[in-house]
């Protein structure tokens, strides 16, 4: 094993045939402090999905090193949760500045290695630096309660204790937000951590480890192993970690949920989506269009709060001809371009998944609006690249409807009236985020009280929440019930702990009393 400190190298330029290239860098695992080559022989390629070029080349974590990072968590445990927590958040202090000095690097790796455009892969690093910059005021938010005299001199208190080793599964659609979503605030509260990152994407989590070391996070706080479903199932199954927080598929996710609670793990567990938009005949024409475009096809339509269905109420037609001259005018092209409004997606399989979806829909009878499948980008032909595509007259018995697509594909519903599109929603299995465009208050009232999803948007196209919130999905959206983030992020990776103290002189001689104590 030697130690790798620092960035391996990736490169950001255009394929080259494979036999000119270098073999990729491969990914450390991050065990004890020290970035560290796995012994495994069994790799995946992290491939650019504009090019196809091997970025890097992921090392499945063996079992033994496994086991090593684990114990470097336990053993670290100890010292950090008697570390006072003004220190912990002094890290994080250090930690969001640090993060703003390398958000290009951040961002140029996220575009290489995911595909998103460089401006989006920005907004990626900045949504989690916000979950940092929150994590500094920690002291508050885990503060626990105090009541006085609640009997005769009993001053009862409870306190928010760290859980012990935590662990974090990350999907690939987010490399730097979803990972910041997890080990900043469980280490500020005192655990320790183990990070998964998304096997297609592992870089942005290798520089914010990097990022957090520098910082001042103590060897053994942070660690990272990479893999699949084995090292998933050894997390579930590893009766030191505590508690895991997973973001991804509902396959992944509610294995997880159901493998690691049978261990009497907390688990976390934010999944899948289809995110409705409903527009009234009343909405402002422009601003529903441009927020329909930018939720829909948005980083490729890659978002678990992406706008994947709009449903009009009323006539459609003039919204849809709009929507499809909006959507025809986006630049596809690969995120390292200043110009590209939408990247690739990220793999030759996501693409095709993508591309049979839409022909399955328009096999069940959805008119095919606008068709991005056969989209060539010159100088990158051989990406993923799929261009914005709307299917109209979808109806919920589609299989395009009843999948979640994951790409830049719109799909367009009617509804006779406002209470039949609240109900189609309410179907729907998923419970992530739903939005509404009106100009009435009643209708936003109405919608936001009877509408079943975790996250509304009342004409803002599902915002993700900021940190002081948490993000809320629900349905088969979200598996746990302490969300992440916000308050609820906080409970999630503390424990309480309630102590009854009696300091007061307690006359002697009033004999002994066997019944239940009271405080009558
Ligand atoms: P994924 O489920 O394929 O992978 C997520 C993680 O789980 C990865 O680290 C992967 O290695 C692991 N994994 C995959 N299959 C596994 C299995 N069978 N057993 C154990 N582990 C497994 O998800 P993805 O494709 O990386 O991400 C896209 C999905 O994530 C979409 O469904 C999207 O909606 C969802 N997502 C949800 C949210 C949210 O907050 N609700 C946010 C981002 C992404």
């Excluded at 999944?271 to 409705?276: I, L, P, Q, S």
């Excluded at 371009?337 to 829909?361: F, H, N, T, Y």
Aim: glycine residues 10%; contains cysteine.
């Amino acid at each position: 094993i030697f130690a790798l400190r620092s960035s391996y190298c990736f490169s950001t330029g255009a394929a080259e045939p494979s036999s000119r290239l270098p073999s990729p860098p491969r990914v450390p695992n991050l065990i004890g402090g020290k970035f560290v080559d796995s012994q495994s022989s069994s790799t995946i390629d992290v491939i650019n999905p504009a090019t196809q070029e091997a970025v890097s080349r992921v090392p499945l974590t063996t079992n033994e090193e496994f086991r090593a990072a684990v114990s470097a968590a336990k053993q670290a445990f100890p010292a950090w949760r008697n570390t006072p927590i003004t220190t912990r958040q002094r890290v994080m202090l250090k930690l969001q500045e640090l993060i703003r000095r390398d958000i290009d690097k951040l961002a140029m790796n996220i575009t290489t290695e995911q595909g998103k455009t460089l401006k989006d892969a920005h907004g990626d690093v900045f949504r989690g630096l916000e979950v940092v910059e929150h994590a500094c005021g920690m002291a508050t938010l885990q503060m626990g309660e105090y009541v006085p005299n609640v009997s005769n001199g009993m001053d009862p208190f409870s306190i928010r204790e760290p859980l012990g080793v935590c662990a974090g599964i990350c999907p690939f659609n987010f490399p730097a937000m979803i990972p910041l979503w997890m080990f900043p605030v469980a280490v500020t509260c005192g655990n320790t951590f183990i990070l998964k990152p998304s096997e297609k994407d592992p870089g942005a989590s290798i520089i914010l480890a990097e990022l957090a070391m520098e910082a001042g996070l103590p060897d053994g706080v942070l660690n990272i192993v990479h893999g699949t479903s084995d090292v998933v199932n050894a997390i579930c199954d590893d009766d030191n970690i505590r508690a895991i927080s997973f973001v991804g598929s509902n396959t992944a996710g509610m294995h997880i949920y159901s493998r690691a609670s049978a261990k009497g793990k907390r688990v976390q567990s934010n999944m899948g989506a289809k995110n409705h938009a409903i527009v009234l005949p009343d909405a402002n024409v422009d601003a529903t269009l441009n927020a329909l475009v930018a939720a829909g096809f948005g980083a490729a339509g890659q978002r678990c709060m992406a706008l994947s269905t709009v449903v009009f109420v009323g006539d459609p037609q003039s919204w849809e001809n709009k929507l499809v001259e909006r959507a025809k005018s986006l630049k596809v092209n690969s995120g390292m371009e200043p110009d590209a409004d939408l990247g690739p997606v990220i793999s030759k399989q996501a693409k095709e998944r993508v591309c049979r979806l839409i022909q399955s829909g328009v096999e069940s009878g959805a008119r095919l609006l606008l068709d991005g499948r056969n989209i060539v980008v010159p100088g990158f032909e051989r990406g993923n690249f799929i261009g914005p595509t709307i299917l109209s007259g979808v109806t919920a018995d589609m299989e395009c409807y009843k999948e979640e697509i994951f790409g830049p594909v719109l799909l367009c519903m009617e509804a006779g009236s406002f209470e039949e599109a609240i109900n189609i929603l309410n179907r729907n299995k998923y419970g992530n985020g739903a939005a509404i465009f009106t100009a009435s208050g009643a209708a936003a009232r109405k919608f936001q009280t009877e509408i079943e999803a975790g996250q509304v948007g009342i004409n803002v196209p599902i915002p993700v929440p900021l940190p002081f919130f948490s993000f809320t999905g629900s349905k088969a959206s979200f598996a746990g019930d302490l969300n992440f983030y916000g308050k609820a992020g906080v409970n999630f990776y503390t424990q309480i702990k309630t102590v009854t103290q009696q300091w007061k002189d307690l006359p002697g001689g009033s004999g002994v009393s066997l019944a239940m104590p009271t405080s009558q």
